[in-house]
């Protein structure tokens, strides 16, 4: 399994005989598009997916399948699968604990879900967001950092908000017809160390949802590109995290 203002005019842009809808978003504000985020937020009970990622780190790349199952805000099980489709891992994340069961090698790992944690086995995490907003594209376009000054920039049909302080620097990008995240990136000296990006995106039950997510962590070497194939929005579904009773139990620090 993570954040530009001013008058945009968009004129209609023909396509064969239909035309593209006018969008108005005049005097858009970022506080509009958090406010339009939390109101979907606020509806968003569960999700579901199965899909596939690949992976980066410093050792290696790899691919896998998956299936992810969300209660927000903040419960989240994943199986994993390897050629075959056999199981080979499963995750559970609460607020408090962090489970990974690797059943390739009969280990159970028990942790915090602190930011390094989810990293190392996760391959993402981000300070300032829960994973299941990085996962769900629910990240309000704000910023982070201590005083900031914020600039805007107009791109087309994008709305894009620039935070700076010191040398660091957040930048979002917002879609101006789905009023979602597209890109998010923070820097350092002019040095990217965290881009999120999102794609292809499609409602569900009233809920505009990415099927792509990207995350690559730059200062740490590591990226995941996750794919959703199947999803379902507010329809629970529980995926059982079971770990045999001699699997050997590492504790996270």
């Known amino acids: 399994m993570i954040r530009y203002l001013s008058v945009i005019f968009l004129s209609a842009v023909l396509f064969g005989c239909a035309a593209t809808p006018y969008i108005d978003l005049s005097g858009i504000t970022a506080e509009d598009v958090?406010?339009?985020?939390s109101s979907q937020s606020d509806g968003f009970k569960y999700f579901s997916s199965s899909g596939?990622?690949?992976?980066?780190?410093?050792?290696?790349?790899?691919?896998?399948?998956?299936?992810?199952?969300?209660?927000?805000?903040?419960?989240t099980s994943v199986y994993l699968y390897g050629p075959f489709g056999m199981?080979?891992?499963?995750v559970r994340l609460t607020p408090d604990t962090l489970l990974?069961?690797?059943?390739?090698?009969?280990?159970?790992?028990?942790?915090?879900p602190t930011i390094s944690n989810l990293r190392e086995f996760l391959m993402i995490g981000a300070d300032g967001a829960s994973i299941?907003?990085?996962?769900?594209?629910l990240m309000p376009p704000i910023s982070h950092l201590t005083d900031p000054q914020m600039r805007t920039?107009?791109?087309?049909?994008?709305i894009g908000f620039l935070y700076s302080s010191g040398d660091t620097t957040e930048r979002y990008t917002v879609d101006g017809k789905y009023m979602r995240t597209t890109e998010y990136e923070k820097s350092v000296g002019g040095k990217p160390v965290l881009q999120i990006k999102y794609a292809d995106f499609t409602t569900v039950n009233s809920i505009s949802v990415p099927r792509s997510v990207w995350f690559e962590d730059l200062s740490h070497g590591?990226?995941?590109?996750?794919?959703?194939?199947?999803?379902?929005?507010n329809e629970k579904e529980v995926l059982e995290v079971t770990v045999p009773a001699d699997?050997?139990?590492i504790i996270l620090n």
């Open 87 to 90: 199981k080979v891992g499963q």
């Open 100 to 112: 990974v069961y690797n059943s390739l090698q009969n280990e159970v790992f028990i942790g915090r």
């Open 34 to 37: 958090t406010s339009r985020i």
């Open 153 to 158: 920039r107009l791109d087309g049909t994008d």
């Open 222 to 233: 590591i990226s995941a590109r996750l794919y959703y194939q199947d999803i379902a929005v």
């Open 52 to 75: 596939y990622g690949n992976f980066e780190t410093k050792n290696g790349a790899y691919s896998a399948g998956f299936k992810l199952a969300i209660s927000r805000p903040s419960f």
């Open 247 to 249: 699997a050997k139990e």
């Open 132 to 137: 299941t907003d990085i996962l769900l594209d």
